[in-house]
């Protein structure tokens, strides 16, 4: 079971990055598609490298919001997902974290078995990185995150976590929850084949109903305030020479001035 | 008045660490704030003078549960109920990260991660914190008790305010059972400063056109005595190992000077150096967004610029 989520394309130059404040949201610049959140793309990656050796890994796809668009969520299934299953309501429109895992959780309770649940390190549009951690305390399931390597050893797996010295070798019983890092890999690109066969294949949806919750369960714990595009303070200062040798001494010299180096 | 439990770290020294000295500064802002600091394992000697009522110190985390934080989220947790606090407190780390999720999770509690600000009025507590890569800000207010928050580094100075607080351990929890095991503990090499601690750091992008640029940006980061960066664009072009990466995909820094040599100054890119507390750019394109979060800049040739930067700086330290 991967977990994706859809956000705003975070190559999005700066200049057309814009918020409507009267909403609190984000405006989608026009001809820049959403796309699924690139890390979560990592944990799809760490499913289909279980899947190359192993054909018996069936990988489902699991992700809920609002405004799905099907071409950037059935990316997975190119890459070589079996199945996409979404929690889709327009009630979806904006939850916090605490909402997502009740409805991630209901989700796969009500899907059926798993052996693993990968999510992506963090999201790229409102960074949390909350969500996969918070799962496991919501299904009592052993978390590992940061993993950069994964490997089915009959009914435990063995990972490498990564921290900033180089890993740790943990070994953690099935099933469990895992956070997987960018270290991991590229996700393949889909090839045509697999464009084929995602195309044909239809995305399972669950509505709140089916999950039997309702909107009070998803109240959320965080009210936004305010969402803005902070004013640069900043001023640079730009150090001009008579040529450009001169002026990267002049920077020294500045630089040495405000006691920075 | 409004209780603050701040769950503490220290660094490779043992010493208090100057991201939870952080901490301390944004507890103490709160109005009314009664803090209270726990720390895992045994406290250093320096806390005894902390600006806090009270420093506790909770079962020592072991190397079994280093990453795992199986008992650790037990232990500050069961302190939590014990205390009851308005806001607890982490620093945005690994430890800080993972404890809070679970903690937060596991008593339904509202959780706002990698808050830059943390402040209240008539009983809310309201936090703020960047969104969308650094692109866009968010003022949440938090709408439960306990409000559970990690804090950027860099976001406060760190406290220098002193205090006497009592100092007493925690009533001892019970072992949990470690579900996932820690096996092992493999060091990769690296060269010279780690890039997260280091007070200089000097990183190159698309702009140095090239592999070989990154030995000149390496002299520098040490004649500065500190660590060589990367904007993801040189990384994916296979300049430099991954390791280096700086931004949303790659390490967060926060060092004194961060010099930015042939980087256009994405979001992406600024997520990972914002919170440095000087940015030189070095770029020939004067219309570059780094310009604009850049507070010294020279736009130009860095092949030009860098031999005599590099030069002076070495005179000056000598």
């Known amino acids: ?261 | 008045m409004t209780t603050v439990l701040l769950v503490a770290e220290r660094d490779e020294q043992g010493e208090i660490s100057q991201t939870t000295l952080q901490a301390v500064a944004a507890a103490n802002g709160l109005t009314e704030a009664q803090v209270t600091i726990a720390f895992a394992g045994e406290a250093p000697s320096s806390a005894g003078s902390l600006a806090a009522e009270k420093v506790v110190t909770l079962s020592a985390i072991d190397a079994s549960d280093s990453g795992i934080y199986e008992q650790a989220t037990a232990d500050v947790a069961a302190f939590a109920a014990s205390m009851n606090p308005d806001v607890v407190m982490f620093n945005k780390s690994d430890f800080g990260s993972i404890v809070s999720a679970r903690l937060a999770f596991r008593t339904d509690s509202a959780l706002a991660a990698d808050c830059i600000g943390i402040s209240n009025a008539d009983g809310a507590v309201s936090v703020t914190r960047p969104v969308y890569g650094g692109s866009a800000l968010a003022e949440f207010e938090i709408r439960s008790t306990p409000a559970i928050v990690t804090l950027r580094a860099g976001a406060y100075e760190p406290s220098t305010e002193t205090g006497s607080p009592s100092v007493e351990a925690a009533d001892s929890t019970e072992s949990v059972e470690q579900r996932a095991q820690v096996t092992d503990t493999v060091a990769e090499a690296r060269d010279g400063v780690r890039l997260e601690d280091a007070n200089f750091v000097v990183s190159g992008g698309r702009g140095l056109g090239g592999p070989e640029a990154f030995h000149v940006l390496t002299d520098l980061a040490s004649v500065l005595g500190g660590a060589v960066g990367a904007s993801r664009a040189a990384c994916d072009a296979g300049w430099i190992d991954h390791s280096h990466q700086v931004g949303l995909t790659g390490k967060s820094v926060s060092p004194d000077v961060y010099i930015a040599v042939g980087i256009s100054g994405a979001s992406q890119h600024m997520a990972g150096c914002s919170s440095s507390r000087a940015i030189v750019a070095i770029n020939k394109d004067s219309t570059s967004n780094i310009f604009k979060e850049a507070r010294f800049g020279v736009v130009g040739d860095w092949e030009k610029i860098l031999p005599s930067f590099i030069a002076t700086v070495r005179e000056l330290k000598a």
């Not at chain 1, 059935?74 to 605490?98: F, N, Q, T």
């Not at chain 1, 052996?115 to 969500?131: F, K, P, Y």
């Not at chain 1, 089916?210 to 595009?229: A, R």
């Open chain 1, 1 to 261: 079971m991967v977990l994706a989520k859809q956000v705003p394309d975070p190559e999005t130059p700066p200049s057309q990055f814009k918020i409507d404040e009267s909403s609190n949201s984000v405006i989608t610049p026009n001809g820049v598609p959403p796309v699924v959140n690139g890390f979560d793309l990592n944990a799809v990656e760490a499913a289909l490298l279980l899947k190359d050796s192993d054909a018996d890994v069936e990988i489902t796809v699991l992700s809920v919001g609002s405004d799905f668009v099907m071409d950037a969520m059935k990316k997975p299934l190119a890459m070589g997902a079996d199945r996409l299953v979404l929690v889709a309501d327009e009630l979806l429109d904006k939850l916090d974290s605490s909402a997502t895992v009740k409805l991630l959780a209901a989700a796969i309770q009500k899907d059926g078995p798993f052996d693993l649940i990968l999510g992506g390190r963090q999201a790229s549009d409102w960074d949390q990185a909350h969500v996969t951690l918070g799962l496991s305390e919501v299904l009592g399931l052993p978390l590992v995150s940061l993993v950069k390597k994964l490997e089915i050893n009959g009914d435990s797996v063995s990972l490498q976590r990564l921290i900033p010295d180089g890993y740790q070798a943990i070994t953690a019983p099935i099933p469990a929850v895992l956070t997987v890092t960018n270290e991991l890999g590229e996700p393949r690109y889909p090839n045509l084949r697999g464009i084929m066969q995602a195309s044909r294949k239809k995305p399972e949806i669950f509505s709140l109903d089916d999950l039997g919750l309702s909107p009070e369960d998803l109240t959320p714990k965080l009210e936004l305030k305010k969402l803005y595009v902070p004013e640069s303070n900043k001023q640079v200062e730009l150090i001009e020479g008579e040529d450009e040798a001169d002026s990267g001494k002049k920077l020294a010299l500045r630089l040495r001035e405000e006691k920075l180096i």
